[in-house]
């Protein structure tokens, strides 16, 4: 990236990619939830916010060009993303513990988002690396169309998280084992 004539185009396809990767995430845990009926829990629930809020700072990256200021809210968000799975880790370590939910490829998802949110943070110290050079630059850059897509589908997919969040635990807490949707489960609603 460096040695490209516009080197914060490069970073900003990284940045476009990342985010694009962290949407995807949020669109499997979410989807997931839905055809295997199997609603988050709190600390899931805290995963996907750290997603969410590392995902702003791509975004941050992608419309308004590479800062160290938006790579530390995704360090910051990753590692928030990293106590809580890993703790959830720890909850489900002991011999015999089956785990929360069901696994993707052997790996429960807050395996897999302990790896990613590791991911995360090594990108940040990465592309830190090689945009070191050009520091906070806060001026309003041309995003091209699969950039605006990127980060239309991650709000799109943002909401849909809340309002699966808010139809799973109303406006209080949710359950520390979920088995179903309070607002959908309601004998208001039936």
């Not at 004539?5 to 490069?10: L, M, Q, S, V």
């Not at 989807?31 to 295997?36: A, D, F, N, R």
């Not at 635990?169 to 039936?190: A, H, K, V």
Request: hydrophobic share 55%.
């Amino acid at each position: 990236m460096i040695f490209s004539p516009n080197p914060a185009r490069g970073s900003r396809f990284l940045n476009g990619l990342a985010l694009l990767g962290v949407t995807a995430v949020l669109i499997l845990a979410f989807v997931w939830q839905i055809v295997h009926d199997e609603p988050p829990c709190p600390l899931c629930l805290l995963q996907r916010v750290a997603f969410m809020l590392a995902g702003v700072g791509l975004l941050l990256n992608l419309r308004l060009g590479p800062s160290p200021m938006h790579y530390a809210m995704v360090i910051a968000a990753a590692l928030g993303g990293m106590l809580a799975s890993g703790r959830q880790v720890l909850l489900h370590i002991a011999p015999g513990d089956p785990g929360y939910g069901t696994t993707l490829l052997g790996l429960h998802f807050y395996t897999w988002s302990f790896i990613a949110f590791v991911a995360l943070i090594a990108f940040c110290v990465l592309m830190l690396s090689a945009d070191r050079k050009w520091g906070d630059s806060m001026l309003k850059k041309q995003v091209p169309l699969a950039g605006w897509v990127v980060m239309a589908l991650f709000f799109v997919i943002v909401l849909v998280n809340l309002g699966g969040t808010t139809l799973e635990c109303g406006f209080g807490p949710c359950p520390d084992n979920p088995t179903g949707y309070l607002w959908l489960d309601s004998p208001r609603l039936r």
